[in-house]
């Protein structure tokens, strides 16, 4: 589950993790996905909803706090996470924004009570590789180890195949040396024998 302010990054990087495309869209309700609840950012900026949050994180196994890396000030309150009784990771968002300050909002977040705080750019990937191997299950990394390896044994099956590639150096030669041979077989048919010279000699 992704907590934070209106503009923190949340959507965009719920859409990262899920591997879609990654393109604008505004939250307007806390969203299940398979995988992931991306809520609203202002219930965690209105005090008459930031309450509700703390139920639906019942509902999750995870909770991710999320802050921008840019931004001005922490919305998290210190030891905010001791009204949740669920594990609670930081998540600096933005890294790669030029007025960055990732020393800055990780500092906000180990004072929120996160003891796990990643940084991640979800544009670029920078970061995501770590995050989403701390959040998947054991089932869920066997099987991404799986089709690594299953990746890995067929890009090297695919470099170990010798190339048979049209006009590859073996062809080429071969084709050079078939007409060799057969321009001098027609050189030898047109060529007069001595016997064909002593011939025409007699006939004269």
Known sequence: ????????GKTTLTQALRGEEIKYYKTQYVYYHDTVIDTPGEYTERRETSGALALYAYEADVVGLVLSANEPYSI????????VNREVIGIVSGIDKPDANVERVTRWLKLAGCKKIFPVCAITGQGLRELIEYLETDEERARRLQIEEEERKKAEKKASKPKTKAGSPAKSTAKKTAATNKTAKSTAKKTPTKKTVKKEENDE
């Open 76 to 83: 998290f309150s210190p030891c905010l996470t001791s009204m």
């Open 1 to 8: 589950m992704l907590i934070g302010r209106v503009a923190a």
